[in-house]
Every structure is written in C-alpha cells, then in structure tokens.
T-cell receptor, first 109, second 111 residues
C-alpha cells in the first residue's frame, strides 16, 4: 500500500513569515502533485513535479521533488492571509491519486 | 470553459437508504474519478473511468459503485448507507493522464 505522510498537520503563522510543508512517501510515484483546498470547495492543482530533484516556483511558492521521487516539500515565502487553506500532496500512479492527509495552514494578519 | 459540476451539492439521508451522485466533467475530458474525503481518513480514491470503462478501483466495499456514460458524465451510487459514509464526495476529470480538475463536491450526511 502506497502511503503519503504530510507534516506538520496544522500550522498557524503570522503574515510575512516563511514556512515549509513536507510530504514523504513509502514508495516511488510517477508524479507528485500539490493542491490547495478551501472550505466548501474541491482541491485546486498548484503544481505537478515529475523528475527527481525538480524544483518549481510559482510566485512565492517553491516546490521540490526529492532525488528518489519519494518526498517533496512546499515552501511559502512571506505568507499572506490569502494563503490560508488545506495543502495536500498527492502521488499519481495507475490512473489514481494517493493523497496525504494535508496540512491546514492559517495565516493570521 | 465550465468546470466540473457535481449534483447535488448537499444531501441528507438515513441509514439503510441508497444515494446516487452525479458528475459532469469538463467538456472534452474523458477520464472521471471519484474520491471520498473525511476528516479522519482524508481523500481516498474510489474509482476511475475512461470511455465508460473502469480502469481502477479503490479499497471500498461493494456498496460503492459507479458508472460512466457515453457523454463522459458519471454517477456513483452508495447502497445501504452507513453513518460512516458521511463525507464530501469529490469528482475529478482530466483529458486522460493530464491535468486533473476537481469539482466542488457533494456533501453527504447520513443520519
């Protein structure tokens, strides 16, 4: 069974602080995706990483995929209240996504 | 382009009843997958359909079933509802293995 573990589970920070969320897997995935979900809505795809060692930047968000394609991290610089939400990592294989349980981020103004 | 739509958005049922949820994918998307989201277990994969064929199925009991129609619309059915089936049911669509878009979900409450 493929599992994805995310840490931390909860994170509450002040506006302007930096943070990192981690996603670790017990096995290799063909791709890894990060989503953000807001209350009452479905997850929205932020990024897909495919190649081991890959780094992608999306404005203040930086995503890394581990060399062995079993772990990933999401770093947010100068967090803003609009970044508040549930951040989910998901590994893709065999026409399905395996999700971590998520990191609930609250950014206080 | 319209996003993934799910109906109904909210549903209240009692134990033992059955329920059918509907999903309309983004136009042109032929893959539809379903996920159950609960506070304790997070998002768990139910099944995936492509061109009316189920390509993968998650570890859920046989009470959970689904199907896809020729226009790519999909339905999932849960029979003999249990309290533990209360969850947000999410549908997602993609062209094939491409970018996945999720719908807003159907929130099911079983009393």
């Amino acid at each position: 069974t493929q599992l994805l573990e995310q840490s931390p589970q909860f994170l509450s920070i002040q506006e302007g602080e930096n943070l990192t969320v981690y996603c670790n897997s017990s096995s290799v995935f063909s791709s890894l995706q990060w989503y953000r979900q807001e209350p009452g809505e479905g997850p929205v795809l932020l990024v897909t990483v495919v190649t081991g060692g890959e780094v992608k930047k999306l404005k203040r968000l930086t995503f890394q995929f581990g060399d062995a394609r079993k772990d990933s991290s999401l770093h947010i610089t100068a967090a803003q209240p609009g970044d508040t939400g549930l951040y989910l990592c998901a590994g893709g294989s065999n026409y399905k996504l395996t999700f971590g349980k998520g990191t609930l981020l609250t950014v206080n103004p | 382009k319209a996003g993934v739509t799910q109906t109904p958005r909210y549903l209240i049922k009692t134990r033992g009843q059955q329920v059918t949820l509907s999903c309309s994918p983004i136009s042109g998307h032929r893959s539809v997958s379903w996920y159950q989201q609960t506070p304790g277990q997070g998002l768990q994969f139910l099944f995936e359909y492509f061109s009316e064929t189920q390509r993968n199925k998650g570890n859920f009991p046989g009470r959970f079933s689904g199907r896809q129609f020729s226009n790519s619309r999909s339905e999932m059915n849960v029979s003999t509802l249990e309290l533990g089936d209360s969850a947000l049911y999410l549908c997602a669509s993609s062209f094939d293995r491409g970018l996945i878009s999720f719908g807003p979900g159907t929130r099911l409450l079983v009393l």
